[in-house]
T-cell receptor, first 109, second 113 residues
Framework: TQLLEQSPQFLSIQEGENLTVYCNSS?????LQWYRQEPGEGPVLLVT?????EVKKLKRLTFQFGDARKDSSLHITAAQPGDTGLYLC?????????FGAGTILRVKS | DTAVSQTPKYLVTQMGNDKSIKCEQN?????MYWYKQDSKKFLKIMFS???????INETVPNRFSPKSPDKAHLNLHINSLELGDSAVYFC????????????FGPGTRLTVL
């Protein structure tokens, strides 16, 4: 059974700071997705990465996929209160998503 | 326009009762899902339906019975509710593609007293 570990579990920072959260898998990802879930809402897809070593940017968010396709990081530059939420990584294979436990991010103004 | 909608948003009930949660998607997707998110925010798949047929059942107790009357709807009926069923239940939908994006509903917070 695949295990996805995310770290840190909780992160509280001031507006304007940079941060990185991590996702590590016990086995090679089929394809890795990052989702953000805001309080009271369902998760929303941020990015999908498939190729080892891949780097994708989404405005202030930078996603890296490890060469061995077993780990990933999400870096946020100049965090804003609107970035507050639960960040989830997931492995997508077939019709199934297997999620990590998530990182709760709180950005204080 | 709401893509994936669920009703109700909140559900508070007593142990032993039977309840249903409804889900509808207007995205034209072939596949729909139910996920359970526990108090620690861990999100786990329960069921998946493709074109009204069950394709994933993740060892969920028989008290949970999904029903898909058509491609756009996937309802979840729960019999004999237990305290441990308290959680947020999310419906989602997607097209059947490799690494396809799943679109989630807003969730139904179920509290069993």
């Amino acid at each position: 059974t695949q295990l996805l570990e995310q770290s840190p579990q909780f992160l509280s920072i001031q507006e304007g700071e940079n941060l990185t959260v991590y996702c590590n898998s016990s086995s090679v990802f089929s394809s890795l997705q990052w989702y953000r879930q805001e309080p009271g809402e369902g998760p929303v897809l941020l990015v999908t990465v498939v190729t080892g070593g891949e780097v994708k940017k989404l405005k202030r968010l930078t996603f890296q996929f490890g060469d061995a396709r077993k780990d990933s990081s999400l870096h946020i530059t100049a965090a804003q209160p609107g970035d507050t939420g639960l960040y989830l990584c997931a492995d997508s294979y077939g019709n199934k998503l297997v999620f990590g436990a998530g990182t709760i991010l709180r950005v204080k103004s | 326009d709401t893509a994936v909608s669920q009703t109700p948003k909140y559900l508070v009930t007593q142990m032993g009762n039977d309840k249903s949660i409804k889900c509808e998607q207007n995205l034209g997707h072939d596949t729909m899902y139910w996920y359970k998110q526990d108090s620690k925010k861990f999100l786990k798949i329960m069921f998946s339906y493709n074109n009204k047929e069950l394709i994933i059942n993740e060892t969920v107790p028989n008290r949970f019975s999904p029903k898909s009357p058509d491609k756009a709807h996937l309802n979840l009926h729960i019999n004999s509710l237990e305290l441990g069923d308290s959680a947020v239940y999310f419906c989602a939908s997607s097209q059947v593609t490799e690494a396809g994006e799943q679109f989630f509903g807003p969730g139904t917070r179920l509290t069993v007293l």
